[in-house]
């Protein structure tokens, strides 16, 4: 097996003596040498809901914390500081939010409309509740990430799911994911109210162009459509990609969006429940102090502390993490071209997580498949949508060794039962 694309130690040593700056405190050779023991003992629900597996499901990252989340984290903890979240802390992280978007997408946004929220979740069950209502529609493109399906319809929201098309055409190198804008503008006439927007997409890894954005603003404008703008993964973008944020685009694109964002894939706090709205609509802004009280409230004041600590001081903790990423990206790919080129693949653009197609291998659940026979668990495609018979949403945030050791186990089964 070609290895080349994971980097050992003495050439990392190498790059980061060229590197020539301070250590961030991600340390790829102690997240390398970590066992599945090790990983179980962290307690997580990626290591402990399927034990014995290899964890590849949800979102969440095997590298640690940054250590300055870690610092405030203990800091808060011997000060007692665990009561309900005080304003103080509201606004820090809506500071240390601004300043995120400002330094890394260029993005200028005023603090004073980030608002706290528990989670992204939590924000959508606002959008749904207070904006779209009851017996109303949302467009969700698919595959999507699974509570963009099922949340909805706790609300008695009807949700359209507009696949998304994968484009291969290798006369014109094109081998990627589109929207399909004539399938949205179909929805859109329907009469339904938003569309679910996430970028970079969860599960496919796509991050929307500029031109896609506004394309999709347009058509938003054409039939009174808002857009539940979910940018979680925004830090995590690949090669020359650049994530856009979609509400800093114009003032329509500010009026239609309802965007949230976290620090929680970025830094892997998602447990300490302290997401960011930025509320670009004047409206909502209105809307959210008279009627989301209770959901800023439920916001964890160590998630503040956690949040405001990875802003203000974790870019360079990121940075190498990403780095990190970059490589274990680069290894898919490999794996995909080399070893299970039969298996529907798009590189992601963003994200840690691909989505792959095993249809064309006539495995009808490739997650029970690999589940039962190789001890990976996977997400099965069917939760992302109808579109996702036969696929699977993979999360490559593991250890090197451990990445290696999840395509050997998928490869080796495939290969015993003939079919690769
Ligand atoms: C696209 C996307 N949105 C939202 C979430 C969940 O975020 P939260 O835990 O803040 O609700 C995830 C988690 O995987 C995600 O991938």
Known sequence: MNDDVLIDDSERDKRNAHGNRG????????????????????????WTRFPGCIGAFIAEMDFGLAPCVQQAVTDATARGCLGYIPDPWKHRVAESCARWQRERY??????????????????LEVFLREIVGAGNSIVVPTPAYMPFLSVPRLYNIDVIEVPMLRVNEPRHCINGWMFDFDGLERAFASGCRALMLCNPHNPIGKVLTRDELLR?????????VRIFNDEIH??????????VPFAALNETTARQAFTATSASKSFNIAGTKCAQVILTNPDDLD????RAEWSEHQTATIGAIATTAAYEHGGAWFDDMRAYLDESVAYVNEQMRTRLQRVG??????????????????????????YKNAHV????GRECGECGAGCVRMNFAMPHPMLRECFDRMVEVL??????
């Open 345 to 370: 693949y798009v590189p992601p653009q963003g994200t840690y997580i691909a989505w792959l197609d095993f249809s064309p291998l006539g495995i009808e659940n490739p997650a029970d498949y690999f």
């Open 216 to 224: 999709i603003s347009a058509l938003a404008e054409r039939y009174d």
């Open 234 to 243: 925004a830090p995590f973008t690949y090669d020359d990609h650049e994530h």
């Open 23 to 46: 250590f961030s405190g991600f340390d790829a050779e102690v997240i390398d040498r970590q066992s599945m023991a090790d990983l179980e003992a962290v307690g997580s629900d990626k």
């Open 377 to 380: 668990a996977l997400t099965d």
């Open 415 to 420: 290969e015993a039962d003939g079919l690769m």
């Open 106 to 123: 260029g993005w200028d946004v005023d603090p004073a409309c980030i608002r706290p929220v528990p989670d992204i979740l939590e924000a």
């Open 287 to 290: 809307m959210w102090m008279d």
